[in-house]
């Protein structure tokens, strides 16, 4: 005799799962019993509304119910394809159904049948047909349906694996959804505003209305964001029990370092500034994300906060994640620090004399190392170690940004210190760094303009754009044509850096001196570019988002962006920020010659704001968390169901976590309790 069904059982215990259906299963990673509970809907047809045939419309989509007074397989005369063809009688009238390259239905279906159809009638040369509909022998009227006669769930398949097959097995297992542990307590779902999680499991796949995928989609949802929310919890816990050490303020030295800036700080710096004061005033660590729209000033706050390391006779490390914007800072850094006693190093994948660089960070000669991933390469040893700065946060993992603060040898952790030019809303910087605190940066430097943006639409429009771009370059000021792939190979379809080098040199710009930069370059290469940008001696510089953070260029004056549909707006500000860093009128042309009517309202929207944290908002709103740091065209990637707009869930979750959690900054535990008894993959990405 069989066991019973569990939530362990394997997939194979369920009627009808062969061997090859269990392999085409595990294709999908359902291999139990609870994988299969756990596999979420994409959508529903609603099947709800039950007719009779004499009811029957075009164009309407219903359920009907009938016996099949004939069923036929053949081949059609026109197309050569296989077509099973029934009529239902129902008492009221019949109707016909047809089912292209499917002749099994044939062999399932017999003469006499009582089935139900469900589906969207259509009217063609004959009369009524379902064409392609959902169908299911009902033993008795008032029997369970699967396929038909309700709001009937679509699930994600495979080659050889039907949705059908999937919605019999899940039909099985329904009734152990009430096995399902609930970690949650009745008090604390009731904090929540969700149901239990077996009920959730349950409305998942049957549900009776569209509350109850609502309520369903809800719960779920929580479960996903759960363990990053748990981990940011345990992270902020954990900082109030570690050490680091505690700065002294030196007024007087900090003073001379502002007074020497060849600036006025604005009133966001100088918050942001004296937070970083309190902060490691501390003997706990600091741990702050600085979030500034670009040319906010945000490299002057880095410098301030390592003069403040310095001063206590702390070492800084500052971790960038591009060999450009690498020796950019250590560019910027040492113009900042120009007459101050702040011995700095740059290390960088291509460096030279590598070794001998990191034996003098080991001696301590260096108050501040600039660099890229080398930085957290093993046998770099940082004994002073007092302040770690990343730049770009979004780019690092959670074990990066460790490995970098294990560095240091000293008992106790580093201070930490984030920057993004990223514009991050309150949803996602809740999600992603819930262990940080954020401090926002929006005035910019006196002076500067905001910059002017403009779509190109069509050719006339381009050819206008030449001519101006032209007659910035005889004013003596530099442009950016930024395209989106490398290669004419790497394109499927996008616009090539270096073709369009070759097309502007040989048809547009000919007089012009311009320099060709991408990630394909050697380091040496793509320094000698950027020198010979800075210097003028090239005045048009075609690139990639190679030049995306860090790049400072006040004369460059244009920003060209081809294709710009295919970048997220965060990621098209952050493009844009490139230009508007001198006193000049700066522009930014984004084309969208190619984009669909969505994808150029989206520009529109652009070009009408010049508010990062407004565009990244629209963003997240309209497509999805991906177009935020522009890895993806759109959607939430790491969730099945969740959503990082979804704020009020967001918040109490965090709430949640932070009392599952406690003040012991165990999450393992806790993460055992939320995945007790699971088998499924649960998303845990936030740590890696």
């Known amino acids: 005799m069989a066991a019973p069904l569990n939530l362990r059982s394997p997939i194979t215990a369920l009627r009808g799962v062969t061997e090859l259906l269990a392999k085409r299963l595990a294709i999908l990673n359902l291999t139990t019993v609870e994988e299969l509970l756990w596999h979420v809907p994409f959508r529903y047809d609603d099947f709800q509304k039950s007719v009779t045939v004499q009811e029957l419309t075009e164009g309407v989509t219903a359920t009907v119910q009938g016996v099949v007074s004939m069923i036929t397989n053949r081949r059609s005369w026109r197309t050569h394809k296989m077509v099973t063809e ?7 009238g019949t109707v016909r159904a047809m089912w292209f390259n499917q002749p099994f239905i044939g062999k399932t279906i017999k003469q006499g049948d009582t089935i139900a159809l469900a589906g969207e009638v259509k009217l063609d040369g004959i009369g009524l047909v379902f064409s392609g509909a959902q169908y299911e022998r009902v033993a008795a009227p008032d029997a369970p349906r699967t396929h038909t006669g309700r709001l009937v769930p679509v699930y994600s398949t495979t080659a050889g694996l039907t949705v059908r097959h999937i919605r019999s097995l899940i039909a099985q297992v329904l009734p152990l959804c009430t096995q399902q542990h609930d970690w949650l307590t009745p008090a604390l779902r009731t904090q929540a505003d969700v149901v239990p ?21 809800r719960r779920i949802a929580l479960e996903e964001i759960m363990p990053m929310l748990v981990v940011s919890a345990g992270a ?25 800036l060849p600036f006025t700080l604005t009133d966001d710096q100088k918050k942001v500034i004296w937070k970083i004061i309190q902060d490691t005033a501390e003997s706990h660590p600091m741990r702050r994300l600085i979030q ?11 410098a301030a906060a390592a003069w403040h390391a310095a001063l206590n006779h702390n070492q800084t490390l500052m971790m960038v994640p591009t060999e450009v914007l690498a020796e950019q800072h250590a560019r910027t850094l040492t113009r900042l620090f120009d007459g101050l006693p702040v011995r700095m190093a740059l290390l960088t994948g291509s460096t030279k004399h590598k ?20 930085l957290i390469e093993e046998d770099l040893s940082v004994p002073g170690l007092g302040l770690v700065i990343v730049d770009e946060q979004h780019r690092f993992g959670v074990r990066q940004r460790q490995a970098l603060l294990d560095r240091g040898s000293r008992t106790g952790s580093a201070h930490f210190l984030s920057l993004t030019a990223t514009p991050i809303p309150r949803t996602y910087a809740l999600m992603l760094y819930g262990d940080l605190d954020i401090s926002t ?4 430097p006196a002076g500067r303009k905001p910059i002017k943006t403009h779509v190109v639409a069509d050719s006339a429009t381009r050819q206008k754009m030449y001519a101006f771009l032209r007659r910035e370059i005889a004013a003596g000021r530099q442009v950016f044509v930024l395209c989106p792939a490398i290669d004419a190979a790497d394109t499927s379809g996008m616009k090539s850096v270096t073709q369009e080098w070759e097309r502007l040199r040989a048809e547009v710009f000919t007089d012009i001196p ?43 004056s244009c920003m060209v962006i081809e294709e710009a549909h295919r970048f997220g707006l965060a990621q098209l500000h952050q493009l844009r920020g490139r230009v508007g860093r001198g006193e000049a009128q700066s522009y930014c042309f984004v084309s969208s010659e190619n984009a669909s009517q969505a994808a150029r309202a989206r520009l529109d929207f652009f070009a009408g704001c010049t508010d990062g944290f407004v565009l990244a908002q629209y963003d997240l709103d309209t497509r999805g968390p991906g177009d935020l740091f522009g890895d993806m065209q759109s959607g939430d990637s790491a969730f099945t169901v969740a959503s990082v707009a979804d704020t009020p869930l967001l ?10 959690v406690g003040e012991s900054g165990e999450v393992t535990k806790v993460l055992d309790t939320l995945w007790y008894g699971r088998t499924r993959n649960v998303h845990a990405a936030h740590l890696e």
């Open 292 to 302: 500034g729209d670009v040319g906010s000033g945000k490299t002057a706050v880095a």
């Open 86 to 92: 029934a009529i239902i009688d129902d008492g009221t």
């Open 651 to 660: 918040e109490r979750g965090s709430v949640i976590a932070q009392a599952l």
């Open 514 to 556: 311009m320099g060709l930069l991408h990630g394909k370059l050697k380091a040496k290469e793509k320094q000698e570019v950027m020198r010979a940008f800075a210097a003028r001696e090239t005045m048009l510089l075609v690139t990639t988002t190679v030049i995306e953070v860090g790049v400072d260029i006040p004369n460059a």
């Open 355 to 374: 070794q001998r660089i990191k034996q003098e960070i080991a001696e301590g000669k260096y108050e501040l190392v600039v660099g890229t991933h080398a």
């Open 441 to 444: 940066m929006h005035s910019k």
């Open 197 to 217: 999680l077996g009920q959730a499991l349950h409305l998942l796949h049957a549900p009776t209305s569209y509350e109850d995928i609502t309520s369903a989609r």
């Open 236 to 260: 902020r816990a954990t900082r109030k029990k570690s050490t680091a050490p505690d700065f002294h303020f030196f007024e007087h030295e900090m003073q001379r370092f502002v007074g020497q």
